[in-house]
């Protein structure tokens, strides 16, 4: 007769009891539940604690002296850590953990660096959940990590909030113009004011993409001054794959030699970094066209700034309107992707 113990359970039975509930994953207890009265643990924390306390010198990196003390650890064993230290040890220890926050989970870290409860960070969840049209809850936060082509346990990481953030923002940017408004409309404007020339519009280009699609120019010609004034405003607009959420404006001069002024154009031309810059502007066909191309000698290989152009670029100063409208249409097919793809095979099936 086999050996009884705990009440006449035999061991062989005792332990096919708790592998089956550990396949199920509905097993009582896990390492990190243990992992307080274990000895390791208790020296990781120790360890930890003693770096939280160090008196640094200026060069020294706790962020760096931390992350190798738990570069090992899983995310639950230093979720279990950051919960059992001091407030005063908890809020270094997370601002210090870097990289290693990325993988904590979300709810669980928030509650503890805003003591926030956690019902609020599934509330901003959900909200950001619906806004990419996912439904709230845990069916929403399991479509969302699948689609990120990560393991959909229903708790959201740190970097997968991040991420679903990230999603809102570029999905729900505000169209932003630069451009005056006296000038809607027109292919340019070029017109002559007071003695001058004036074009205005915003430049597109010919060959490459530009740095500041958004952008606004006005161009101002004297003759007897001798020179053309471009004053220009660009907005500098993140890429779709940036984690940065705001626009900078930048504006500034340029002035360019005029080399020729009949009746119908005015031709402007500037040399700098081993290029050539061409301005015309033709009023017969109001066009205003600026060609960059190489002006390449021996001298340049000394000049750190210059760039050996591939081909000429050629800008064009167009309508600002719909050259601004067509690249926020374009930004826009961009950030479909990250909406729920579930819900656009329903409406497409629908229309079909």
């Not at 570069?71 to 210090?96: A, F, G, Y």
């Amino acid at each position: 007769m086999s050996t009884k113990i705990a009440h006449g359970i035999s061991p062989l039975v005792l332990i096919l009891a708790v592998v089956v509930l550990l396949v199920a994953g509905r097993a009582t207890f896990s390492y990190s539940e243990v992992a307080t009265s274990d000895s390791t643990f208790t020296a990781l924390k120790a360890a930890v604690i003693a770096e939280l306390e160090r008196d640094y010198d200026f060069d020294y990196r706790i962020d760096i002296s931390l992350g190798e003390i738990l570069k090992d650890k899983s995310p639950d064993i230093v979720m279990q850590l950051i919960e059992v230290l001091t407030k005063e040890h908890r809020q270094i220890l997370i601002n210090n953990l870097g990289s290693l926050m990325a993988d904590l989970p979300a709810e669980r870290l928030l509650s503890h660096m805003d003591e926030l409860p956690k019902s609020a960070v599934s509330t901003i969840a959900d909200v950001n959940l619906s806004r990419l049209l996912y439904p709230k809850g845990d069916a929403g936060v399991r479509q969302f990590q699948s689609d990120l082509g990560q393991h959909p346990d229903g708790e959201l990481t740190m970097s997968q909030l991040l991420e679903l953030s990230r999603r809102v923002e570029k999905a729900n940017e505000t169209r932003v113009m630069v451009f005056d408004g006296d000038y809607i409309g027109k292919k340019p404007d070029i017109r002559f004011h007071r003695g001058e020339l004036v074009a205005s519009g915003t430049w597109v280009a010919d060959t490459i993409d530009l740095a500041y699609p958004v952008n606004s120019s006005t161009v101002r010609c004297r003759e007897k001054l001798g020179y053309c004034i471009v004053a220009m405003a660009n907005l500098q607009i993140p890429s779709i794959d940036s984690d940065e959420d705001f626009f900078i404006m930048s504006s500034g001069l340029e002035f360019w030699p005029i080399s020729s002024w009949t009746e119908n154009e005015v031709v402007a031309q500037r040399t700098f970094h081993c290029r050539i810059a061409t301005l015309t502007i033709n009023i017969g066909s109001h066009e205003v066209i600026e060609v960059h191309r190489n002006d390449w000698t021996e001298d340049c290989l000394e000049d750190t700034r210059a760039v050996k152009l591939p081909r000429p670029v050629v800008n064009r100063l167009v309508d600002g309107v719909t050259s601004t409208d067509t690249f926020w249409s374009h930004r826009e097919r961009s950030t479909e992707q990250f909406f729920n793809p579930r819900l656009k095979d329903v409406l497409s099936s629908i229309t079909e």
